[in-house]
Nanobody
């Protein structure tokens, strides 16, 4: 069982930055053995993949629209995964969710709003 708590969202102007964090807790399987990802859902749209970081080799995956602007990282000692977002655009506005990829474990979501 894993609990994920997302934080760090807010309102920023286009071109600004935010840093999202996801803190994991729970028992059983170690956090370090989960591939962790961020997803987002804009109003009226499906939830979509943003970025992920593998537990095996730290390999990073990201959707094309955020490459070069968003960076995902993890700290297995602190059981956290972070999404650093730079040069934010209005189309990045969404609720962002942390996820242990391939599981039913999701954070509660954090709202990111980018004004033009």
């Amino acid at each position: 069982q894993v609990q994920l708590v997302d934080s760090g969202g807010g309102l920023v102007q286009a071109g600004g930055s935010l840093r999202l964090s996801c803190a994991a807790s729970g028992s059983g399987r170690s956090f370090s053995t989960y591939t962790m990802g961020w997803f987002r859902q804009a109003p009226g749209k499906e939830r979509e993949f943003v970025a992920a970081i593998s537990w095996t080799d730290g390999r990073i995956y990201a959707t094309d629209s955020v490459k070069g602007r968003f960076t995902i990282s993890r700290d297995n000692r602190k059981n956290t995964v972070t999404l650093q977002m730079l040069n934010l655009k209005p189309e990045d506005t969404a609720v962002y969710y942390c996820n242990a990829v391939g599981t039913q474990y999701w954070g509660q979501g954090t709202q990111v709003t980018v004004s033009s």
